[in-house]
């Protein structure tokens, strides 16, 4: 079983508003990871949770706050976002940080778009 | 700087075959990804390559030099199916996923 799965699949929101896109995955994997993708760019990283530790924060603004509550769920809270914003989010885990198994799995993304 | 270059559209034919280059340039090395992305749609994982050499699964092959810095996908028999983008990713020194842009792959019948 290799699925990611994340919720919800689309999101409308105003600027004011405050949301929560989650995604889980039963695995086993250690690492965790947040992507944006903008139309006809590739997945641009955002957070990586190792161990359920923030291992990398790629100068994300704070409007966007992850969570790893634990180690099979994790949580991406928006708020006060902005209309550049809308883009997908994709989620993906991998067993572990490195070495040969770090292929990352994706889930099916939520299709986020800020009015 | 890191940079992974893809050409950024191709064409070919149902049935056919074609090559999907990526040469790149990243600080260090620890293998190179070949996923496909459907439109609106997540990544899925096509083939991982550390050493030199083809690897081949079904009609898909990926193949890398690592001294050339160059890697491509093959397709085989290709159906309509396969119309999507392709992205090449590299691990670099620091276990992070570099991205090429991808290429978008237009097969017409």
């Known amino acids: 079983d290799t699925e990611v799965t994340q919720t919800p699949k689309h999101l409308v929101m105003g600027m004011t508003n405050k949301k929560s896109l989650k995604c889980e995955q039963h695995?086993?994997?250690?690492?965790m990871y947040w992507y944006k993708q903008k139309a006809k760019k590739p997945p641009e990283l955002m957070f990586v949770y190792s161990y359920e530790k923030l291992s990398i924060n790629e100068s994300v603004p704070s409007r966007f706050s992850p969570e790893c509550p634990n180690s099979s769920l994790l949580n991406l809270h928006l708020h006060a976002l902005q209309p550049e914003d809308s883009a997908l989010y994709l989620c993906?885990?991998?067993?572990?940080?490195?070495?040969?198994?770090?292929?990352?799995?994706f889930g099916p993304g939520t299709r986020l778009t800020v009015l | 700087g890191q940079n992974i270059d893809q050409p950024t559209e191709m064409t070919a034919t149902e049935g056919a075959i074609v090559q999907i280059n990526c040469t790149y340039q990243?600080?260090?090395?620890?293998?190179l990804f070949w996923y496909q992305q459907h439109a609106g749609e997540a990544p899925t994982f096509l083939s991982y390559n550390v050493l030199d050499g083809l690897e081949e699964k079904g009609r898909f092959s990926s193949f890398l030099s690592r001294s050339k810095g160059y890697s491509y996908l093959l397709l085989k028999e290709l159906q309509m199916k396969d119309s999507a983008s392709y992205l090449c990713a590299v691990v670099d020194s620091n276990y992070q996923l570099i991205w090429g842009a991808g290429t978008k792959l237009i097969i017409k019948p």
């Open positions: 695995m086993g994997h250690r690492a």
């Open positions: 990243t600080s260090g090395f620890n293998g």
């Open positions: 993906a885990s991998s067993q572990d940080r490195q070495g040969a198994t770090d292929t990352q799995y």
